[in-house]
């Protein structure tokens, strides 16, 4: 009786533990390592074959340009050509690669397209462009909209020595001076004041991809802009100094009805 008793007063079995499911995130090579990479896919090409993809794409682009110039402009000096070359690049860059990132920043992971690799490649010295983060899709969508419309606006100018090609020359290369300034420094707060690190621990891929790629956007539109400033100044001292001749010869410049200039 008192082992049927017992037996009675025992508490019913406990159910079998639920199964565990295990979540596991995608491998990826990408600093932090802790970040999450929606459907995040590795690139089907190698390195080598992205970067001299791109190389040819650069050098199909620059040499159709320059034999547009040759025949639409074949007085044009070699200077004006070599910056058109570069505006035209930028344009490409800037609209095209750059706006590609801008409206699929969402699914950067997963992309198997030459554009979805090519940052997938690059984002081993900036993970950011793989996590939606919020300064480089402002930065790339506003150098996109803006930079790169203006930049093919700038080889037409160039091509027809329109009288307002210095200053946009300088608007657009301030513009990219300050945005690649801006790049930089975001990156390097982050690093030394949050001890986040975007890049992966090789040189190769700080050095040869986060500064070189980019330095480039500092230097030229720096050149630009400086050669826009001054000869900019050099067109206001020149309309001063003829301002300041026809006031001393107590001349006022009017239009006579054939349209020459009548001194009075």
Not at 71 to 97: E, M, N, Q, T, Y
Not at 149 to 176: N, T
């Amino acid at each position: 009786m008192d082992f049927f008793r017992n037996l009675m007063a025992s508490p019913p079995p406990a159910p079998p533990p639920e199964p565990t499911i295990l979540v596991t995130k995608p491998i990826h090579p990408y600093y932090p390592t802790e970040i999450d990479i929606v459907n995040f896919a590795a690139n089907e090409m190698t390195v080598p074959q992205l970067l001299a993809t791109f190389a040819t794409g650069c050098t199909i682009i620059l040499s159709l340009t320059w034999f547009l110039m040759s025949s639409l402009a074949p007085r044009l000096r070699v200077r004006d050509k070599a910056i058109a070359l570069w505006f035209c690049l930028c344009g490409f860059i800037h609209l095209f690669f750059e706006g590609y990132f801008a409206y699929n920043h969402t699914r950067m992971g997963g992309l198997q397209d030459i554009f979805g690799q090519l940052w997938k490649e690059y984002s081993l010295s900036d993970s950011r462009y793989l996590t939606s983060d919020p300064f480089v899709l402002c930065m790339e969508t506003i150098t996109a909209v803006f930079w790169g419309p203006l930049s093919f606006l700038m080889v037409y100018f160039i091509i027809v020595s329109h009288p307002l090609r210095y200053p946009l020359q300088a608007v657009v290369s301030l513009g990219q001076i300050y945005g690649d300034i801006l790049y930089y420094a975001t990156s390097m707060f982050d690093h030394y004041h949050r001890n986040l690190t975007y890049c992966r621990p090789e040189p190769y891929y700080f050095w040869f991809y986060y500064f070189l790629m980019n330095i480039f956007w500092i230097v030229i539109p720096g050149i630009l802009l400086a050669s826009s400033l001054r000869i900019t100044a050099k067109a206001f001292k020149a309309l001063d100094r003829m301002s300041h001749s026809l006031q001393g010869n107590g001349s006022v410049a009017r239009p006579k009805a054939n349209g020459h200039i009548k001194h009075a």
